[in-house]
């Protein structure tokens, strides 16, 4: 079964930062697009940022300039640092991924993580 496992939240002051991390596991051939999105109480989900498998970012613009979205294909592994965190960027981040299960899949599927907190003091 895939899985992808966030982790690197937590409590921080604003101005500070984080640096999250989503490892996917499991029978995973190939992924394409990965993304971050975040969900705050009352709120609803929204995409933060995506990566391509080549490389190519999107940003949220409430995070533009203060956000950043890296991947390492080899580790299956997409992170996103935070910097300049502020209030509203408390809520609950989430890794979505478009994996392919094996070689013989014939196409990709949507996989999400559990979430992990980040909360933003002022």
């Known amino acids: 079964q895939v899985q992808l496992v966030e982790s690197g939240g937590g409590l921080v002051q604003a101005g500070g930062s984080l640096r999250l991390s989503c490892a996917g596991s499991?029978?995973?051939?190939?992924?394409?697009?990965m993304y971050w999105y975040r969900q705050a109480p009352g709120k609803q989900r929204e995409l933060v940022a995506a990566i391509t498998r080549g490389g190519d970012r999107n940003y949220a613009d409430s995070v533009k300039g203060r956000f950043t979205i890296s991947r390492d294909n080899a580790k299956n592994t997409v992170y996103l640092q935070m910097n300049s965190l502020k209030p509203e960027d408390t809520a609950v981040y989430f890794c979505?991924?478009?994996?392919?299960?094996?070689?013989?899949?014939?196409?990709?599927?949507?996989?999400w993580g559990q979430g992990t907190q980040v909360t933003v003091s002022s």
């Open positions: 499991g029978s995973i051939f190939s992924i394409n697009t």
């Open positions: 979505n991924a478009d994996i392919l299960g094996s070689r013989w899949s014939g196409a990709f599927r949507s996989y």
